[in-house]
């Protein structure tokens, strides 16, 4: 079982910045590919950003493309999710996932195994 810890949530204005981290404490995971997604209220869980093992690869949803940033620190286990000009339909719990060691990275939301509890983002206009 792989524990994730997102923090780095809060309230902000629109056009403002924030930093996402997520963490797996205790665990090396250099071999997992790593993802965000969000779920506003009312709202299926969407896609965000996508990262693979070593970082070379990375992946954004085109409603994000250009303010968010996806990235990685293997030495220090950590995955980032940079928000840039952020817009009120930015709003929502914003989650990390994992796919499962070895897995290659993936857009898509059923083949993450490992889920943090989520961090808030609420911008306001």
């Known amino acids: 079982q792989v524990q994730l810890v997102e923090s780095g949530g809060g309230l902000v204005q629109a056009g403002g910045s924030l930093r996402l981290s997520c963490q797996a404490p205790?665990?090396?995971?250099?071999?997992?590919?790593m993802g965000w997604f969000r779920q506003a209220p009312g709202k299926e869980r969407d896609f965000v950003a996508a990262i693979s093992w070593g970082g070379g690869r990375r992946y954004h949803a085109d409603s994000v493309k250009g303010r968010f940033t996806i990235s990685r620190d293997n030495a220090n286990n950590t995955v980032y999710l940079q928000l840039n000009n952020l817009k009120p339909e930015d709003t929502a719990v914003y989650y990390c996932?994992?796919?499962?060691?070895?897995?290659?990275?993936?857009?898509?939301?059923?083949?993450?195994?490992?889920w943090g509890q989520g961090t808030q983002v609420t911008v306001s206009s």
């Open positions: 205790g665990r090396t995971f250099n071999n997992y590919a």
């Open positions: 996932a994992a796919r499962a060691a070895g897995r290659p990275d993936s857009v898509y939301e059923h083949e993450y195994n490992y």
